[in-house]
């Protein structure tokens, strides 16, 4: 099993800027994938930014330019970092880790974007 910890969420005013982190831990071989999701109130649960093992990233077209995901192999760790926010960005969003096949979330943080 993996555990994934997000941590960073919070308040912030549009414009301003909030950086995620999500640690996994457990039993852990390879993670060749993580990355983030949100879901806002009333809608479903979309992909933010992906990052592999080897450091590709791919973005959702709403993150491009203004998000960026980085990774610590050696922590386990991915870091969202989220500058330019805008209200729409205001979901709670989903630490994800694929390993095996086998799709992990952790429990979510909420960032909230005031106009």
């Known amino acids: 099993q993996v555990q994934l910890v997000e941590s960073g969420g919070g308040l912030v005013q549009a414009g301003g800027s909030l950086r995620l982190s999500c640690a996994a831990s457990?039993?852990?071989?390879?993670?060749?994938?993580m990355g983030w999701y949100r879901q806002a109130p009333g809608s479903g649960r979309e992909f933010v930014a992906i990052?592999?093992?080897?450091?590709?990233?791919n973005y959702a077209d709403s993150a491009k330019g203004r998000f960026t995901l980085s990774r610590d192999n050696a922590k386990n760790t991915v870091y969202l970092q989220m500058n330019s926010l805008k209200p729409e960005d205001t979901a709670i969003y989903y630490c994800?880790?694929?390993?095996?096949?086998?799709?992990?979330w952790g429990q979510g943080t909420q960032v909230t974007v005031s106009s």
């Open positions: 990052i592999t093992s080897g450091g590709s990233t």
């Open positions: 457990g039993t852990i071989f390879s993670l060749p994938v």
């Open positions: 994800n880790a694929i390993q095996f096949g086998s799709n992990y």
